[in-house]
């Protein structure tokens, strides 16, 4: 039974920074690319970045490129997404999510909010 | 990269059978074999219902399937049933290295 629990989400000030983690259990980590994704109150699903197994590859979306950080530490079954330089539209709540399949999510944690405001 | 085009609203009685479509251009839907499909309900994260265009993961029911044409895709749900309502989104690998997700389309049952 795969387990994700992010943690870090909060309040900040825009031009702020917030690290966000997750914790997976039940599952060989390594073995999966991961991915965050995140969701504005009342709307659709945003896709931000996508990282590799061995965390040698990573992909991020152009409206968060240069801002955030996806890494990995697979000695502690722990995604994190580094984020900085946040603006009021960065607001949502933030899954982090497994790849078994290539770019398709099959386990998702509970989500984790983050508010950007003044 | 622009959000694929999902209807906002579908809806269909139970034992019904109801089509989302999801369209996209051909540097994502039309171009790779890589659609998605995700079933949101109020206040829970997204579960994934298709992927790779056809394929259904263990435990999701023979009554959702997908397919695509051109730079369409489609996912339909047969013998519709009350748990079915919810929120699907439809998601894409693009030839960005990226992944686009449409905008959801909500799913009543009558």
């Known amino acids: 039974q795969v387990q994700l629990v992010e943690s870090g989400g909060g309040l900040v000030k825009p031009g702020g920074s917030l690290r966000l983690s997750c914790a997976a259990s039940?599952?060989?980590?390594?073995?999966?690319?991961m991915g965050w994704i995140r969701q504005a109150p009342g709307r659709g699903l945003e896709w931000l970045s996508y990282?590799?197994?061995?965390?040698?590859?990573?992909y991020y979306a152009d409206s968060v490129k240069g801002r955030f950080t996806v890494s990995r530490d697979n000695a502690k079954n722990s995604l994190s997404l580094q984020m900085s330089d946040l603006r009021v539209e960065d607001t949502g709540v933030y899954y982090c999510?497994?790849?078994?399949?290539?770019?398709?999510?099959?386990?998702w944690g509970q989500g984790s909010l983050v508010a950007v405001s003044t | 990269q622009s959000a694929l085009a999902q209807p906002p609203s579908v809806s269909g009685s139970p034992g019904q059978s109801v089509t989302i479509s999801c369209t996209g251009t051909?540097?994502?839907?039309?171009?790779?074999?890589?659609v998605s499909w995700y079933q949101q309900s109020p206040g829970t994260a997204p579960k994934l219902i298709i992927y790779?265009?056809?394929y259904r993961p263990s435990g999701v029911p023979y009554r959702f399937s997908g397919s695509k044409s051109g730079n369409t895709a489609s996912l339909t749900i047969s013998g519709l049933q009350a748990e079915d309502e919810g929120v699907y989104y439809c998601?894409?690998?693009?030839?960005?290295?990226?992944?686009?997700f449409g905008g959801g389309t909500a799913l009543t049952v009558l």
């Open positions: 999510a497994r790849a078994p399949y290539y770019w398709a999510f099959d386990s």
């Open positions: 039940g599952q060989i980590f390594s073995d999966y690319y």
């Open positions: 990282i590799s197994g061995s965390g040698s590859a990573k």
């Open positions: 051909s540097s994502d839907v039309g171009g790779h074999n890589r």
């Open positions: 790779e265009v056809t």
């Open positions: 998601g894409s690998y693009t030839s960005s290295v990226t992944l686009v």
